[in-house]
């Protein structure tokens, strides 16, 4: 079992930026690959990014490439997401994930999830 515990959302004007924190719980971080979704109101859960299991590999969605960063801290447990140059429609609640398999990254089948930090993004 792996539990993750989101912190850092908010309501950010357009253009700013914000820091997403996942902490995860046991000594075994750097076991799993980590991934971040967001899913808005009435739309599916989109991959925003993912990093390897010793942040050797990065993955970024479409949408979010040259603005937002992914990186983990393997001695303290935790993941981060670096979003900047914010835009109204990344207003999403994001939600951290982990899985032990570093198969397709971007699809929704990870093995456990935190409990999602809304984000919005006035214009």
């Known amino acids: 079992q792996v539990q993750l515990v989101e912190s850092g959302g908010g309501l950010v004007q357009a253009g700013g930026s914000l820091r997403l924190s996942c902490a995860a719980s046991?000594?075994?971080?750097?076991?799993?690959?980590m991934g971040w979704f967001r899913q808005a109101p009435g739309k599916e859960r989109e991959f925003v990014a993912a990093?390897?299991?010793?942040?050797?590999?990065?993955y970024y969605g479409d949408s979010v490439k040259g603005r937002f960063t992914v990186s983990r801290d393997n001695a303290k447990n935790t993941g981060f997401l670096q979003m900047n140059s914010l835009k109204p429609e990344d207003t999403a609640v994001y939600y951290c994930?982990?899985?032990?398999?570093?198969?397709?990254?971007?699809?929704?089948?990870?093995?456990?999830w935190g409990q999602g930090t809304q984000v919005t993004v006035s214009a």
């Open positions: 994930a982990v899985r032990y398999s570093d198969v397709n990254v971007r699809v929704l089948n990870y093995d456990y």
């Open positions: 990093i390897s299991r010793f942040g050797a590999s990065t």
């Open positions: 046991g000594r075994t971080f750097s076991s799993y690959v």
